[in-house]
């Protein structure tokens, strides 16, 4: 069976009657020191993140396994990145969201605040991964003159605001909030969260 990692072929020898599980780790080990694998195909085909878990345990089922890798640091700024256009494309559709909970489309809005809301929830779950990965706690840096700690504190205690309105179905309030408080936030953490990715690249110091 034909391993490769970042497009060269590895001369270890590898059987396609053990587990795709054994085999990554036999990399890790061997080859890959401080980086990590980021993507998996086996005969050219990428797998998801879902069958890559289910694929684990099992032999591998193809002739040609090819593997990438990455510092973690590159990975942990990329998605710090990609947050942060979720954040701008989101916050550009929140003067309508506000628009519509005060119009016929009001439960649509509500759905697309709690979208907007689970996106905040996925930063708050990303931060200490992406400081795990880069050996940094991210938590504890400045932006703008305040610590990172206090402008997350900032933003949960909005959101709090945004679950009582949607609890009390307070329409009139929610518009309020999401056109004159989330709005600012999402672009400022839109900034926070580029910024932070610029700080962790590989070579940015």
Same mark, same amino acid.
């Given at each position: @069976?034909? =391993?490769?990692?970042?497009?060269? %072929?590895? @001369?270890?020898?590898?059987?396609? *009657?053990?587990? !795709? ?7 890790? *080990? $061997?080859?890959? +020191?401080?980086? @990590?694998?980021?993507? =998996? &195909?086996?005969?050219? %085909?990428? !797998?998801?993140?879902? *069958? ?25 700024? &990329?998605?710090?990145? #990609? ?9 550009? %559709? ?5 628009? %519509?909970?005060?119009? /016929?489309?009001? /439960?649509? &809005?509500?759905?697309?605040?709690? +979208? ?15 400081? $795990? ?11 703008? #003159? ?15 605001? =945004?679950?009582? $309105?949607?609890? $009390? ?5 929610? &518009? ?11 672009? +400022? ?17």
């Amino acid at each position: @069976m034909i =391993v490769t990692l970042d497009r060269q %072929r590895l @001369m270890d020898a590898f059987s396609a *009657e053990e587990t !795709l599980q054994s085999l990554l780790d036999r990399v890790r *080990e $061997a080859h890959l +020191k401080d980086r @990590m694998i980021v993507s =998996v &195909a086996v005969d050219g %085909r990428v !797998l998801a993140e879902s *069958e890559l878990n289910t694929s684990l345990p099992q032999p591998v089922a193809g002739g040609q396994v090819d593997l990438e890798s990455s510092q973690p640091a590159t990975v942990a700024a &990329a998605v710090l990145r #990609g947050l942060a256009a979720e954040f701008g494309d989101a916050g550009s %559709r929140l003067s309508d969201i506000a628009d %519509r909970l005060s119009s /016929a489309d009001v /439960a649509a &809005a509500i759905r697309d605040v709690g +979208k907007f809301v689970a996106l905040w929830q996925a930063c708050y779950r990303a931060l200490p991964q992406c400081s $795990a990965l880069c050996r940094q706690e991210l938590l504890d840096t400045d932006y703008d #003159g305040r610590p990172l700690k206090d402008r997350l504190d900032e933003l949960i205690g909005k959101l709090s605001e =945004v679950r009582a $309105a949607l609890e $009390a179905r307070d329409t009139v309030l929610l &518009a309020d909030l999401v056109r004159y408080e989330l709005a600012p936030l999402a672009q +400022k953490w839109q900034d926070i969260l580029n910024h932070l990715a610029e700080q962790i690249e590989p070579g940015s110091a």
